[in-house]
């Protein structure tokens, strides 16, 4: 049977829009149905079948939308180069009959051939290429002849699709109907606010409000948006509404540091969301440089379910690719930002802070700046640091960490300068009674993780005599344990030494955890025999009598961090024996126990919301202030590190026979490590610390005024008496770092530096720079190729002879580099040129 199938406007979208339209206009513009019947014509015949002929049967076909903005390919059809065909009925009025009537197409890819019941009515011609190419021009056909007012009337449409376009109607179809002859652009101006009314039916309503703060205060899945008025919004026809709470958002820091943001989203919605976040294109003010997305780490804030049952902010997993958070109804996600300034040349940096969420709704661009002072953080941390954990996956106290070269990153950002390691060289008892050592494990962690410059602390090595009598000696001979201890010291300094070229003031051996007693003094004084230059590394602080014994052993001093006053040595819970050791000159390398430190205690425990802030990055402040020579936190990861994050919930020991809540800092993740709220505070400790350590190394440079050192000396030692009072107020804590920021400004811009490229070798494919500077200095190059291709290049360890070379380049193109020269005493020098590699070789040459 013959028929034709009648589409009317059925759905609720179609008749508001209707509806919506004024009075006197409501009959003289309609829009066709959203639903299309639709087939693709492979061999050409549907001219020479008649398929635009009312009568055609078209109830086998397809069924496609011209209101979703997507040819019939996004649509899900076949993919299609050449010639297909639409067919759509639309009820005509009465009253239309005496009008000028017109169809008008806002979008078809390609070309298109249009009847009205059966009539041609006109064409849109085929016309590619880049400017104005046919798939994205607007065309009108009048159709006065050919309608049939008062009745249906069928729409047949023969497009022709070619290649890298939208293919078919992709935008709605509307039929207008005047007294007088109409223009294009009259009907264009119409279709585009019917246009709007269209997506805004077709999208759902979505609502959010957004705000930035303090990346590592406390937050809620309940947060709400600060009571201030909205700064920023955008609406949309639908109900759909965006809100910023921020104005604009403005951060500062030095070069050389991770500039941290947390950006919160609440979802007002009735539905779940998903937001993205992008930086538009931050650039340098005066310099032009673009600041690249891999200098931005977007992280979402994800929580811990804590033996009370407490959801705890800490987790720090990487976004999605889409940089994504999926929101819950009434529920408020946030994004962390870490933006990586190191190698940034000083100034200001502006751009938009993008928020789109994904599926519908309207987007918020946020005015954004990073201000970067001309200050150049060292790389490597001043003071000797450590972060003392155990493994992922491991046993207790066993060290497989360093096999996860991303484990090993996120400590090595923190400034991590020491590898204090339980994976040490094993003493291998024979049948006879012979003791061999075994080094494999052990070269094979330092080959994983010993870098230049660091310090190694072996150990901890035993806790009485019994365990050494079972482990360094034979059984039929117990006491042996005692030679054989000075034998593996010999062994052990000249393979430390011969193999892995470490000097003595760089390692050290641990003997007993917190214990300086007489077992500690048995085993010291076998290693004084076995090797008097090897340092012995003791953690404790006893009463007066106890640490005049032990004195002569202790080479490292690493007392328990909480014993210790804020006041400086000799005010803490030994304060004789401080005394004593401070006299003697041995360093202090105090540590933080994390033992009972756990998640719920340092992330965000209800009665102590700052305890991030105040507990992990006072660390760095309370080190300064005592004049320490190094600082430990010592952090365990127990085995049911393999659940949902460390903090999930309380362990128990059975070797220690106590409970023990997990207090790693750093989370186990499907792809590798996840950092945390808590680690990265304590990164933002030392970062800290590098700062004061620049104050103080830059007032002692030549060229400095005596007002201007006086003035940052006084204000350092005021700043960190203050934040050590008030640990608590991180509004203080930032305000005092701004003032300290604009000191070290002043002083390492009075600091004296000279820098020049000297040389410059091109060739084809690469460039070379001979620097040279009058003191050590790093470089880095921000290259410019046209055409947003950029590169960043970093030479090694500082020097007064830098060279940069810059790879992988092209013959005859021209390179922007600007150089960015990081002194001693933080000073930051630019110096730009514009270079270009050299040509093709010609015919004949070699």
Known sequence: MRRTIVIRLASALVALLVLSLPAAAANDTSVLPAEWRFTIDAEDAGVDAKWYDPAHDDATWSRVSTHRWKGWQQQGLPRHEGFAWYRVAHDVPAELGKKHVYLYFGGVGDAAQVWVNGKDVGVHELRQGMENPSWVRSFMLEITGAVRAGQTNTIAVRVQNVADSVAGIWLPVYLFARDEPMTLDSMKERAVGLNRKILAGLDPVVRFDAWTGYAYAPTTLDAVPPSRQAAIVKKQDNGSL???????????????????????????????????????????????????????????????????????????????????????????????????????????????????????????????????????????????????????????????RGDNDDYEALQRRIGVNVVQSHLRPWPVI???????????????????????????????????????????????????????????????????????????????????????GPFFIELAQGVREGDPKVRIFANRVEDLEIMKKAEPYIDILSPYAPWLSDKGRGHGKNADSEKLMDEKGVPWWPYFHAWWQGAEKTAFPRADPEATHYRLRMHAWFAWKLKLEGFGYWVFIIENYVRRYSGYPSYAIPLLHIPHNNVGLVYLGHDGPITSRRLEAYREGWEDYKLLWVIDRAAGADGQTSSAVEQARNNLATAVDDILANKTDVDRHQKWRHTLLDDATALCGAAPLDVSIDEIDVARDRIDLTCSASKPVRVWTWVDRGRNERGFVETAAATEAPVVSITGLVPGETCGLTLVFAGPEGQQKIVRREVRTTGWKTGGEN
């Open 242 to 400: 965006a809100r910023s709470f921020d104005e604009h958002v403005h951060l500062r820091g030095a070069a050389g540091e991770f500039v941290p943001m947390a950006v919160h989203v609440r979802n007002r919605s009735e539905m779940p969301i998903t937001v993205r976040l992008d930086f538009l294109p931050v650039r340098h003010d005066t310099l032009g440089l673009q600041m690249t997305m891999d200098r931005v780490e977007v992280r979402r804030m994800d929580y811990i379910l804590t033996a009370r049952r407490d959801l705890v902010p800490d987790p720090l997993p990487r976004v999605g690719e889409n940089n994504g958070l999926r929101i819950d109804p009434e529920q408020t996600e946030t994004f962390v930002v870490l933006i990586d300034t190191r190698g940034m040349p000083a100034g200001s940096w502006k751009g938009q802070l993008h928020l789109t969420p994904l599926r519908a709704g309207p987007f918020l661009d946020i005015p954004f700046r990073l201000e970067v002072a001309p200050v150049s953080l060292p790389d490597h941390m001043p003071i000797r640091l450590t972060l003392w954990s155990d493994t992922p996956g491991g046993s207790y106290m066993v060290d497989a």
């Open 430 to 516: 024979d049948d006879n009674g012979e003791m061999t050592v075994d080094f494999v494990e052990f070269d094979r962690m330092m080959a994983r993780r010993f870098r230049e410059g660091d310090e190694l602390v072996l150990g901890h090595y035993s806790g009485s005599v019994k365990s050494m009598e079972e482990h360094w000696a034979p059984r039929n001979d117990p006491d042996r344990w005692k030679a054989n201890w000075v034998t593996y010291i010999r062994e052990l300094a000249a393979h430390i030494r011969d193999h892995h070229g470490i000097p003595y003031d760089r390692w050290s051996i641990y003997l007993t955890d917190e214990n300086i």
